[in-house]
């Protein structure tokens, strides 16, 4: 069974204070992960994709690694504007049109 | 371009109603997912529609049924609601290239069922 863990569950930040979000999964077969930002009463809004080990990518403060158990996503001198719940996700096994498992999400706030 | 919307924003129902959460994207997308978010639960899967004039079960989808009414509109239908069925309602669209495929979400929908 598919399986996606993210942690901390939650993550206080003071502005300026870089640190680092983690995505564990077990799927049979990776076929991508996706990064999102959730705010609060609004929808999901995607972040990053990534296909292979060792790729990475870049938007503003973030940087979203992959290994081939785990993705991190590391937010460098956040500003609270970047405060949000960030979730990860990866294609369902076995499919080709990508039924995604999310992962619980972590609460990230960044004070001023 | 709009992306993905949903009607109504918020919904407050009493146990046994029915109504329709309504969704359409104008992405072009082949593919259009209803997902539920609940508090501790993440999001779920309801149903999906992986092209015009197909659907099917995703993991939590009893007491729902579901609508693809062309390509651009996906509808969602509680026909009897649930205290349980109380939850933040998402639907998405994609449009698969390969097996890699970002869904894009809407604003969502609020329900509470009482």
């Known amino acids: 069974e598919d399986q996606v863990t993210q942690s901390p569950e939650a993550l206080r930040l003071q502005e300026g204070e870089s640190s680092s979000l983690n995505c564990s999964y077990t799927?049979?077969?990776?076929?991508?992960l996706f990064w999102y930002r959730q705010d609060p009463g609004k929808g999901p809004e995607f972040l990053f994709t990534?296909?292979?080990a060792g790729e990475e990518k870049e938007k503003e403060r973030l940087k979203a690694t992959l290994t081939k158990k785990e993705s991190f996503l590391h937010i460098t001198a956040p500003k609270p504007e970047d405060s949000a719940t960030y979730l990860c996700?990866?294609?369902?096994?076995?499919?080709?049109?990508?039924?995604?498992?999310f992962g619980q999400g972590t609460i990230l706030t960044v004070h001023p | 371009n709009a992306g993905v919307t949903q009607t109504p924003k918020f919904q407050v129902l009493k146990t046994g109603q029915s109504m329709t959460l309504q969704c359409a994207q104008d992405?072009?997308?082949?593919?259009m997912y209803w997902y539920r978010q609940d508090p501790g639960m993440g999001l779920r899967l309801i149903y999906y529609?992986?092209?015009?004039?197909?659907?099917d079960k995703g993991e939590v989808p009893n007491g729902y049924n579901v609508s693809r009414l062309n390509k651009r509109e996906f509808s969602l239908r509680l026909e009897s609601a649930a205290p349980s069925q109380t939850s933040v309602y998402f639907c998405?669209?994609?449009?698969?290239?390969?097996?890699?495929?970002?869904?894009?979400f809407g604003p969502g929908t609020r329900l509470t069922v009482l």
């Open positions: 998405a669209s994609s449009s698969p290239s390969g097996t890699y495929n970002e869904q894009f």
């Open positions: 799927v049979s077969g990776l076929r991508g």
């Open positions: 990534l296909y292979s």
């Open positions: 996700a990866v294609p369902a096994g076995g499919t080709s049109y990508g039924k995604l498992t």
């Open positions: 992405m072009n997308h082949n593919s």
């Open positions: 529609s992986a092209s015009e004039g197909t659907t």
